[in-house]
T-cell receptor, first 118, second 113 residues
Framework: GAVVSQHPSRVICKSGTSVKIECRSLDFQATTMFWYRQFPKKSLMLMATSNEGSKATYEQGVEKDKFLINHASLTLSTLTVTSAHPEDSSFYIC??????????????FGPGTRLTVL | LAKTTQPISMDSYEGQEVNITCSHNNIATNDYITWYQQFPSQGPRFIIQGYKTKVTNEVASLFIPADRKSSTLSLPRVSLSDTAVYYCLVHPGGDGTASKLTFGTGTRLQVTL
């Protein structure tokens, strides 16, 4: 089946530093990837839609200069949290969409990255 | 995007059948219904998808009435490992920005012995 990986699985950083999270589709090409954020006991919140070779589309209220998204290839998207602060501590999850297959708009999710900002 | 409403939580004993109902009164003609399962500190996992009537796979069944304003995920004979949050999503089957998913609150299922 389609597998999506994320790296790192967890990261702890100091306030003010930048952190990069990678999302890879391992056995398929994904023209569209999505980034979500999830706080404890809460639902997933879509942050942005990432299309290969073009600028990401950010959801309302998400600062594009703080959460930099790059989708340079059909198998890799990166999310960089710039100048991280404790309130950015969260569980970040990516997903990749397969454009073909039996299910419409089926998205495969990565295992998530736990970010803790001290 | 159609708004979904589902119970916040449900409890069940191991071996029982669990039915989780989701309301989506303003579902559009080209919308599909998809259910995801999420364990703590993991990404969601696709369970099942349907458009109308009944869909069954190796892990669940999805019942959709003719008006499509609701849907019911049926998990047969649950086990402790089915304890998770279940999300009902309604979304178009299109491309690009139309393919984004909106997660609701989900239903937290707790299975006990």
């Amino acid at each position: 089946g389609a597998v999506v990986s994320q790296h790192p699985s967890r990261v702890i950083c100091k306030s003010g530093t930048s952190v990069k999270i990678e999302c890879r589709s391992l056995d398929f090409q994904a023209t569209t990837m999505f980034w979500y954020r999830q706080f404890p006991k809460k639902s997933l919140m879509l942050m942005a839609t990432s299309n290969e070779g073009s600028k990401a589309t950010y959801e309302q209220g998400v600062e594009k200069d703080k959460f930099l998204i790059n989708h340079a290839s059909l198998t890799l998207s990166t999310l960089t949290v710039t100048s991280a602060h404790p309130e950015d501590s969260s569980f970040y999850i990516c997903s990749a969409r397969i454009g073909t297959g039996p299910f419409y708009n089926e998205q495969f999710f990565g295992p998530g990255t736990r970010l803790t900002v001290l | 995007l159609a708004k979904t409403t589902q119970p916040i939580s449900m409890d069940s004993y191991e071996g029982q059948e669990v039915n989780i109902t989701c309301s989506h009164n303003n579902i559009a003609t080209n919308d599909y219904i998809t259910w995801y399962q999420q364990f703590p500190s993991q990404g969601p996992r696709f369970i099942i998808q349907g458009y109308k009537t009944k869909v069954t796979n190796e892990v669940a069944s999805l019942f959709i009435p003719a008006d499509r304003k609701s849907s019911t995920l049926s998990l047969p004979r649950v086990s402790l490992s089915d304890t998770a949050v279940y999300y009902c999503l309604v979304h178009p089957g299109g491309d690009g920005t139309a393919s984004k998913l909106t997660f609701g609150t989900g239903t937290r299922l707790q299975v006990t012995l």
